[in-house]
């Protein structure tokens, strides 16, 4: 049984859906429900671009975890808007 066979993409998408339900009710002081919305659909789509791309990442660096993974995407996708990159 592989990977994916034995639920563990599940068991991802069920922790991380638990912590983003926590940070829900959590705006940070000065962001309004429109820009709280906009930065959570930001994370929730480098999620699921983290679940595509995994796979890949992982073949090549069998070290990195899922949660190394997203995090340096979602690291990219800040510099990219920051104008860093």
């Known amino acids: ?6 639920g563990a993409p599940c068991r991802l998408v069920n922790d991380w859906v638990s912590v983003m339900k926590a940070k829900m009710r959590v705006v940070p002081a000065g962001e309004d429900s429109v820009a709280a ?15 595509d791309s995994y796979p890949e990442r992982f073949a090549n660096e069998p ?3 899922f949660e190394e993974h997203r995090t340096s995407l979602l690291r990219r996708a800040k510099a990219a808007s920051s ?3």
């Open 37 to 51: 919305n906009e930065r959570v659909r930001s994370e929730i789509q480098i999620f699921l671009e983290a679940l």
């Open 83 to 85: 104008g860093s990159v």
């Open 1 to 6: 049984m592989n990977r994916w066979e034995s």
């Open 63 to 65: 070290g990195v975890s």
